[in-house]
């Protein structure tokens, strides 16, 4: 209720002549139509009346859930059928929300402090610049300043003294020493160097090129001799992208010590500018120059190092927050978008395709925990031939959980007559190569198009490629912007590049009239992947380091082939600035990845032993890291097969700083996982990012570990998420948990624990464990806007000893139901309710869970979660729990408190008024050791 695309019971079928409806419930809103009577009978002995579970029942019911599965339905709430050559969809459709129920919609976002008061958020924030300094303190120094700009600690409403951490300094001589030490031979490499061949990689006689250098060191390590390729200080332009394999193993890539080697994929340019024909028409200081034959295309443009702007309307400036409008706002006053909510667009309506064929795997299954995603499914072809390869889960036949249904996106705009004021001046926008920047409804991903056709006397404009920057689709557009055309060449640093007559055009940020000083230095992005080091499970790249070396200018990738890596809501290109696929003890240390346009790391296939440490991520396009493994392939498809290893497993990302990514692509995180196990995160700080902090896609193979991390900033420019989110919507039968004897699709239980989350800006809260999302232990952590959630057929999962601050809407724990012998957990945490939801006569609601009556006796206890021992604290000193029924009317009450309790349940857990701010913020001191 009040969530219309999550409503797990918004579209029963009338005409159904048994709706069961728990099972409804658990399916996510499927509609169900018993097959047989003896299927009926045990449905409703098992769930249709009141009283406890019947075990007895469990195998006639969970034979049941199949056969409902595996049989051609005439109606589901995603996918669509086998044969359906005319429309997309026999069951729901996207939403219609209306002008006003988008997130974005005349709501401001609530910012860093996320609505909580200042005398409770102020002193949070000080503390976790005081954990900031904690995990990394010593290794930045001064380079921390960014944590504490981006906690505004530095304004009135919070102002805290800077005193910088101290550095402890590494000596050059030590990088030296372990240089000559660690490696055999050692190669020089100097910019300087202009000619190619004429040395010998001595100090004294430098190499010209890292490529010469990887030539040479091939040639050495075969004879397993470790190599140091030593980076001399300055910049190292790479012609073509750095391959390297097998034969590069035991090979180390250095700066020198002391220097600053930088490692670009852009082309430095000479231009010789003159002042343009819109600069004297318009007296806007808009230069032009010739390129010629320096390069082919310019996507993305360097000026002194820093991000041009291609021309585009709405102005903005990617590399900034790309949020709403002010309240009162209209696009024409510099808001990034246009916005779907001032001014409805008509979209037009998905080309009509041929259904995708679905493959299903349907045993092993899960239905025993998960009968809403007991299968694996993937659809291939129809809407989904935009992806490489062309599948994804939600193409199948199969697709459940919040808002689920067939993928597809609008093929076009038929835009209002306000909403671009140059559009009867555009002369070219096809051949200028215009692309639209689209969010998806809801802000969950944005889509990037190019133009097949532009009308403008019917203000029609067709999407030609595109719509495959995500994984989940709609019929309607929300806000966007559009880039690349020329007459929208109006701002302060845009640039346009006339690929026709190669010329470049670009406004200076002067005063009219004002040249283009000559040493101000261009760089055009040429490659989007700077190095690439390709082995696999027999024969992989071994022992390969990349140590101290700067990497930039790489190109961007959203128009780039990009897949869907597994039940999540993600689509990525499988590529990045740093590509690494079949690798074994791969070492990336104390690098600075900075203003690379599309992935910044990336670790594929089969990889083991990975360390990813004391890295830099600044201003990156799309993900600053990654991971994402294969499964071995299916009747055409990729299937749920992982026990042949070829995944990243025990990879280590440790002590990373990572900040400002997503400037193009907004599904983008620091860290996404897909298709890997056995993943460690600790003692990272991520902050300032459009989506979630951290993006776990599927569950694979678990064992994960989450520990002493900093994560804040998040959900800036998109809705829901928060620090870390996670999905599980597909099974994978994977050896990670018990050997190749045993291969289950039961993965091991991941842990997060020792973290400081702060869900603020638009994150629904810290640990958002979505759809499917099952086996975790969450323990001892800190949460500002925190709270426990299981949707959509989660379950397994349990949140204990920690200290939740001001879960949004006061919930600190809600859960829809789980089979009874998975149940949730949330125990010994203490919970600091603000109190917004309620007042002492209507206290606030402090748990969402079901099995009751529909008033308010608990007659299913096994489907309520494991709690107790918690403490709970608001202005009123009063709580309520609301407990909702699974069998029709489906109602929802509340009770005190002390009426659960007076039933057996939630034991030990108490309730008071907020205490003072000092004993909340020592209680996060004890917990995270600080």
Known sequence: PGDLD?????????????????L???LGGHSVQAASPACN???????????PLAPVKQPEYLACISKIFLQEMTVREGGCNQGDQTSFCKGM???DRGANSTPHANIPNPGISGGIPSEIDCPVRQLAWEYAKKIQGELRGESLKAVYDALQLDGTECPTNYVAPTQLVRDKNDRAAWIYSAHKTVLHVDPRQTKQGVSDGTQTSPLASLHEAARMAAVISREARPVAIVLHGGIHVLESTLELGPEHSNVSIVSAPGERAVVTGAVPLKLKWSPSDVNKATGMNVYVADVGSQVDEILGLRVGGQRAIRARYPNSDPEQMQDTCDQGKTSKEGCPYIMAFQEPQQWLPPKKIGSARTVRIDTPNRYDVAPEFGIYAIGTGGACSVYSPPESYWCSNHTSGGGAFTFRTPSGLRYTPTAFPRADKWSDPVGDGAVINVWRPSRWSNWMFKWSNFDSKTRTIEFGEGGFQGARGSDNGGDFFIENIREELDSPREFFYDAKASKLYYFHNA??????PEDLEFEATKLKTLVSVVGNQTHPVMNLAHVDVTFTGSRIQYFDPHGVPSGGDWALQRDAALFFEGTKNLNVTGCTIERVDGNGLMLSGYTRGAVVAQNEFVWIGDTAMATWGYTKEVDGAQGNDGTDGNQPRGSVFRENLVHENGAYSKQASPFFQAKSAQTTLERNIFFNGPRAGININDGFGGGNILQYNLVFNFCRESSDHGPFNSWDRVPFLTDVPSGPSAPTLTPLYNEIHHNFLIANYESSMCVDNDDGSAYYKIDSNVCHGGGHKSDFAGHSKVTSNSLEIGPKNDACIRVQPSMPQVPEGYMNNTCIQLGITGSQANPPVYATVNGCDG??????PRLLPNMGNN???NPFGVVQVQCAQVTPPFKSTTMALAEFQAQGYEKGTTIGKTPDVGKIIAQARTILGV
Do not use: C, Q, W
Request: glycine share 8%; proline share 8%.
């Open 511 to 516: 005063t009219a009239g004002t040249p283009i």
């Open 6 to 22: 999550r409503s797990p019971i918004r579209i029963m079928r009338k005409s159904a002549t048994l709706i069961v409806v728990s």
């Open 24 to 26: 409804a419930v658990l």
């Open 871 to 873: 403490r709970i604290f």
């Open 855 to 860: 008033n308010t006796t608990v007659t299913d």
């Open 93 to 95: 459709t996207d939403p």
């Open 41 to 51: 009978a045990a449905l409703v002995e098992a769930y249709g009346g009141p009283g």
